[in-house]
């Protein structure tokens, strides 16, 4: 089966790549050196709450080690940088896999060419769509308690699946909620995590 390049009334609400690091340089200069490569196509720069945290907790917390510390925007995607982590997610509408994936790609050549990255410790990619219809009468899945099959209200599944060398996590719920121009929406929510 070919899969589609573009779908109409696409429901991903979210995409991300992450991809986590150690440098070859002091973490204080990680951001300068990589937005300096980027600033040309990514303009608008923001410092994110969590400079806030002074420096040594920042450092030795393991639970804030892959956070981002900035935040650049430019036309069509969202950066993030941090001492040992990067990011670039789509704007809404999606951009589509083709034109993501050359950014992605683009981006990442540069980044290497500088020598700023030592070592890759992991390459994440998250999907989030986002439907108004109940996901779970769509699927061909059954969720049985006592051999019955039950109301499925305000529910998560949540799966991990192994291929070859790469992890997929996959996680479904009903009953979510979703900001769309400003509006809060509840829906159903499908989420795929590959690592």
């Known amino acids: 089966m070919e899969l589609p390049i573009r779908i109409e009334n696409c429901s991903i ?5 992450e991809m986590r690091f150690t440098s070859n340089i002091y973490s204080s200069a990680v951001f300068g050196l990589i937005y300096n490569i980027l600033q040309k196509d990514y303009p608008k720069i923001e410092k994110l709450p969590i400079l806030q945290i002074p420096e040594e907790l920042l450092e030795n917390d393991p639970s804030l080690r892959f956070k981002p510390t900035y935040k650049a925007t430019g036309d069509q995607f969202t950066i993030q940088i941090g001492p040992e982590v990067f990011t670039i997610s789509s704007k809404i509408p999606y951009v589509g896999w083709r034109t993501f994936s050359n950014e992605i790609e683009k981006i990442l050549k540069s980044i290497f060419e500088q020598s700023i990255i030592k070592r890759v410790e992991r390459l ?15 699927l061909k899945m059954k969720v049985l308690i006592k051999n019955e099959v039950s109301d499925l209200k305000k529910t998560i599944f949540r ?17 979510a909620s979703n900001v769309i121009d400003g509006k809060k929406t509840i829906g159903y929510k499908y989420k795929l995590y590959k690592k």
């Not at 609400?13 to 790549?17: E, G, L, M, T, Y």
């Not at 989030?128 to 009468?137: L, Q, V």
């Not at 991990?160 to 060398?165: P, S």
């Open 124 to 138: 994440g990619l998250r999907y989030i769509n986002y439907f108004d219809a109940d996901i779970f009468n769509h």
């Open 13 to 17: 609400v979210d995409a991300v790549f």
């Open 159 to 175: 799966t991990e699946l192994t291929t070859g060398n790469f992890l997929s996590t996959l996680q479904i719920a009903n009953n």
